[in-house]
């Protein structure tokens, strides 16, 4: 009976023991890292950050190019009444050589969502929002196709008016990437008949040795 009296002590003393709310100080950890996550949460508050000796803004370094993008726009948007750039841009040409059917046709989706509705799908300036004059805007937008002044406009001119803006025109650089600006310009000059259609869809090296 006194044995079981003292393990019954025991046990009641470890689970005493074991329920201590006093709070330790923990050993050293070896890998901090692993133990404690420094993860970033995406709708957290990160103004901290640095506090916390955490570097980290959310934003590609300086200089990077992302991987499949195309090089940056090296000429800067004009200050105000200043017109040297977008004059410079001029020489810039077009990276986008060839198109295939299939990039073509999303070339045409991208200037409808983004461009008919001024320009109009036929490129004609008559897009819903000056419909033959009833719409709300006043002026008649740029003529893409059957204005000798935009179907001239070089390639670099027309890059430079779709990423900063140009007139009553908003910048578009929010809403495509330089490979979609480039591909939309590229899209209105085969519409301006400056350029052929699309390019043929590119064969792998099997199938070409195959037709050989």
């Avoid at 420094?38 to 300086?62: C, F, M």
């Avoid at 006043?138 to 003529?143: G, S």
């Amino acid at each position: 009976m006194r044995k079981l009296t003292f393990i019954a002590c025991c046990v009641v003393g470890s689970v005493l023991v074991g329920c201590d709310s006093v709070q330790r100080t923990p050993n050293d950890t070896y890998m901090p890292d692993m133990a404690y996550s420094r993860s970033y949460e995406t709708y957290a508050d990160h103004s901290n950050l640095a506090e916390k000796g955490i570097s980290y803004n959310n934003q590609p370094v300086a200089g990077t190019v992302a991987r499949g993008s195309d090089l940056p726009f090296h000429i800067p948007m004009d200050a105000v009444g200043d017109t040297a750039n977008y004059v410079a841009s001029k020489a810039v040409k077009s990276p986008v050589l060839s198109l295939t059917d299939a990039q073509l046709k999303e070339a045409e989706r991208l200037y409808l969502i983004n461009c008919g509705i001024c320009h109009g799908a036929k490129l004609d300036g008559n897009g819903p929002l000056y419909k033959d004059g009833n719409g709300p805007y006043p002026a008649k937008p740029a003529t893409l196709v059957g204005d000798a002044k935009y179907e001239n406009m070089p390639e670099g001119q027309m890059f430079y008016s779709l990423t900063y803006g140009k007139n009553l025109m908003g910048s578009y650089a929010a809403q495509l990437n330089r490979k979609q600006r480039w591909d939309i310009i590229y899209y209105i000059k085969v519409k301006q008949g400056k350029i052929g259609t699309a390019a043929p869809a590119a064969t792998n090296d099997s199938t070409a040795m195959a037709k050989k």
